[in-house]
């Protein structure tokens, strides 16, 4: 089984709007942590929020914010208010037990944002 | 920070040439990762090193990869006997050790293509 499942390969925003980007994770450890990181054409892997299994309260960073739902084990990335620089491809990643922190990515899902 | 710097950006090889990419972590990062993306996918695991130690190889570093962390400073990853099926990014990461801060900063990456 995939460890991290993002089920939309594209996703289409106008800017200005909200966009949900989803996430789910399959795991038997107790501690875990979650994270969203953003690829522009560029290449490289941007960090844009985390979430750690054992924190009450779902994480927020800006502009970004995780939706967790520990029950359904999902991670879902929420972007308010899009903008143009927001295009780009977007990845979940978990980390599994209190090791190397070596992280799990999920394929991405391309988000693109039209004026 | 000057962020994680990798060379080369790009990289194209004949197969059977051995080819070596060198990336630089944060000055502070003990913890050293790198991760390959082909085209389509999410970053994997290659291998991980704490300080000078390497600590943790994925089963996707066949014999022909080998990956050094001389110093606890810079690291370097050669394949040799290169192959089309190595033709991928190579990203490399850093982070701080311990602390709830989990943030790993990776590079713009080394893109390999193999003729």
């Known amino acids: 089984a995939q460890k991290i499942t993002q089920t939309q390969p594209g996703m289409f925003v106008q800017e200005k709007e909200a966009v949900t980007l989803d996430c789910t994770y399959d795991t038997s450890d107790q501690s875990y942590g979650l994270f969203w990181y953003k690829q522009p054409s560029s290449g490289e892997m941007i960090f844009l929020i985390y979430q750690g299994s054992y924190d009450e309260q779902n994480a927020t960073e800006g502009r970004y914010s995780l939706n967790f739902q520990k029950a359904r084990k999902s991670a879902n990335l929420v972007i308010s208010a899009s903008q143009l620089g927001d295009s780009a491809m977007y990845f979940c990643?978990?980390?599994?037990?209190?090791?190397?922190?070596?992280?799990?990515f999920g394929k991405g899902t391309m988000l693109l944002v039209s004026p | 920070d000057t962020g994680v710097s990798q060379d080369p950006r790009h990289k194209i090889t004949k197969r059977g040439q051995n080819v070596t990419f060198r990336c630089d972590p944060i000055s502070e990062h003990n913890r050293l990762y790198w991760y390959r993306q082909t085209l389509g996918q999410g970053p994997e695991f290659l291998t991980y090193f704490q300080n000078e130690a390497q600590l943790e190889k994925s089963r996707l570093l066949s014999d022909r990869f080998s990956a050094e962390r001389p110093k606890g400073s810079f690291s370097t990853l050669e394949i040799q006997r290169t192959e089309q099926g190595d033709s991928a990014m190579y990203l490399c990461?850093?982070?701080?050790?311990?602390?709830?801060?989990?943030?790993?900063?990776f590079g713009s990456g080394t893109q390999l293509s193999v003729l």
């Open positions: 990461a850093s982070r701080t050790e311990g602390g709830t801060n989990e943030k790993l900063f």
């Open positions: 990643a978990m980390r599994e037990g209190r090791g190397y922190s070596t992280l799990t």
